[in-house]
């Protein structure tokens, strides 16, 4: 029997890897798209139902931040785990080992820090873990078409046979390289896997076994690019289901032993079951006209002790403005999480009143704009930056601003009095962010700070169940070549799951000027 994982206790890795800082090694800017889709699609009720937080995203410094993700998230699994991976594939063809999962410093001559996959799978053994089955994917190219200028005469290593426990199904078979076209918003690969995930394939079954989807998306990825994915596993792949079948639609019910009785008497039996049908429908609209304390009269009554559930509320979105000083302890605030932007550990003891360089240089190493978040959590979305330039990273020692927090995510676990921010200057500049929106009210805080110039913020809901929120600021009236600081807050919640997204923006240049993100907190 097919049976779709229990969400309450399953949980879910998504490691991307778009950055890399060794020569030879492309980034892969589409992978940090694949991440939040495939997190959208497995946290969507439709289709599988997970909990925001059992479904984390993980962009490591190094193999150990996967491992260490693996076995923390393993430990509190008792249902299914879903591992999945999207960066360079490399193979090791002088000691045989097989394919390992690039890490941000890793390269074919530097193969010690990448993620060797046979330690994933001892990982996911590990008699500590309560999981029932694992599900691997890997959005890579499998066993190293990477490496193919190097193999010579050697022959590649065998392929890893399937692990017990673990149902693996990879983007390319051997020698195959995996799709990113430049521009694409997600990978070949991922692009399928998310249509598929998301609307199902036609047919009469209620729940897309993995056995459909890997079926599904080799069809789909031969004509598409002419690759082949592969599924292996040692279990029944049939057996288990990563989604709800989108496309299925529950047959007609037949007619019932009565009726068929009753067509069987002739015309004045028929008539007489039409007309006791008709009755039965009237006197249950009737009831629940009586019974609904929820009904559009507002009268209601209880039955029997029992009263009917409230309905859900109504979409809301609430924002303010204001300025801030002194420190903000994110830990304390974001209790459901928080985001840091800037943080390198070496800020720490600098005197020098400004240093700083470009995002994507400085912060490759760990992650592309140096993040720093509540560890197992992520609800509040990566900024996309705006505007024509890349955005800076700047520690500012003297801004009267700061920010500490406990509980962060490896490497950066806690720190205090930080001044490190993201900012970004010319036309257009600004960010947007997206945070998770459903009918529990959540408060969401958004630090910035702007500079000679006049900026404007927007929030709003996807689902467009309450008036946008828009305000400005400007520097103009007050003294030149200061930093104004700003906290914009937002009480928001939808009735069905939706998005809140915010922007930040520089309108107006008043020479020089720039928006910087600072940090946000979720509660």
Same mark, same amino acid.
């Given at each position: 029997? =097919?049976?779709?994982? @229990?969400?309450?206790? &399953? /949980?879910? $890795? $998504? *490691?991307?890897?778009?950055? !890399? &800082?060794?020569?030879g090694m492309d980034d892969l800017p589409a992978v940090a798209n694949n991440l939040e889709e495939l997190r959208a699609v497995l946290t969507d009720p439709e289709v599988w139902g997970l909990p925001e937080e059992h479904c984390v995203i993980l962009r490591p410094a190094g193999a150990e931040d996967v491992l260490d993700a693996i076995h923390s998230l393993t430990e509190r699994t008792e249902d299914t785990f879903v591992l999945y991976y999207a960066g360079h594939g490399l193979l090791d063809l002088e000691s045989g080992?097989? #394919?390992h999962l690039a890490m941000p410093r890793s390269s074919l001559d530097h193969l010690h820090r990448a993620l060797l996959y046979g330690s994933v799978v001892e990982a996911l053994q590990d008699p500590r873990s309560g999981v029932r089955r694992n599900i691997v994917v890997l959005d890579c190219c499998y066993s190293g078409a990477a490496s193919r200028g190097r193999m010579g005469r050697k022959r590649p290593p065998p392929e890893e046979p399937p692990a017990e426990g673990v149902f693996l199904l990879t983007a390319t078979k051997r020698n195959e390289q995996a799709k990113a076209p430049e521009g694409q918003p997600l990978? @070949?690969?991922? =692009?399928?896997?998310?249509?598929?995930?998301?609307? %199902?394939?036609?047919? +009469?079954?209620?729940? $897309? @076994?993995? +056995?459909?989807?890997y079926r599904e998306l080799y069809g789909r990825m031969r004509r598409r690019n002419k690759t082949s994915p592969q599924l292996r596993t040692s279990s029944p792949p049939a057996d288990l289901?990563?989604? /709800?079948?989108?496309? !299925?639609?529950?047959?007609?019910? %037949?007619p019932s032993a009565p009726e068929r009785a009753a067509a069987a008497t002739g015309a004045r039996s028929r008539r007489l079951t039409g007309a006791l049908a008709a009755a039965v429908t009237v006197l249950a609209a009737v009831t629940v006209l009586v019974l609904d304390p929820f009904s559009s009269s507002g009268a209601g009554s209880k039955d029997g002790g029992n009263s009917a559930s409230p309905p859900a509320a109504g979409s809301l979105l609430r924002a303010s403005a204001s300025g801030f000083t002194g420190n903000v302890d994110l830990s304390r605030e974001g209790r459901t999480d928080w985001v840091q932007w800037g943080y390198l550990p070496k800020d720490r003891g600098v005197t020098a009143e400004f240093t700083g360089g470009p995002a994507e240089s400085e912060c490759r190493q760990t992650n592309v704009t140096c993040v720093t978040r509540r560890a197992d959590a992520f609800v509040i979305g990566d900024f996309t930056a705006l505007g024509t330039e890349a955005?800076?990273?700047l520690h500012a020692s003297r801004q009267p601003v700061s920010f500490s927090w406990t509980g962060g995510a490896a490497p950066h676990e806690s720190a205090s009095g930080v001044r490190s921010v993201v900012y970004q200057g010319g036309p257009g500049a600004g960010f947007r962010i997206l945070v998770p929106a459903k009918g529990t009210t959540r408060v969401f805080r958004l630090y910035v700070s702007y500079r000679q %110039?006049?900026?404007?913020?927007?929030?709003?809901? /996807?689902?467009?169940?309450?008036p946008a929120y828009s305000a400005s600021a400007d520097t103009a009236s007050g003294p030149p070549n200061e930093n !104004?600081?700003? *906290? !914009?807050?937002? =009480?928001?919640?939808?009735?069905?799951?939706? $998005? #809140?997204?915010?922007?930040?923006?520089?309108?107006?240049?008043?020479?020089?000027?720039n928006v910087t993100l600072m940090a946000a907190t979720l509660q």
């Open positions: 029997m =097919t049976v779709l994982p @229990d969400p309450a206790s &399953s /949980r879910c $890795l $998504l *490691v991307g890897v778009s950055a !890399y &800082s060794e020569e080992k097989g #394919l990978t @070949d690969f991922t =692009t399928e896997l998310v249509s598929v995930l998301s609307e %199902g394939v036609a047919g +009469d079954r209620p729940l $897309l @076994d993995l +056995d459909t989807l289901a990563l989604a /709800r079948n989108r496309q !299925y639609r529950e047959p007609p019910p %037949g955005p800076f990273r %110039g006049s900026i404007r913020f927007s929030a709003s809901l /996807r689902n467009g169940g309450a !104004y600081f700003r *906290v !914009y807050e937002m =009480t928001f919640r939808t009735p069905e799951p939706s $998005l #809140l997204e915010v922007a930040v923006t520089l309108e107006s240049n008043h020479g020089g000027g």
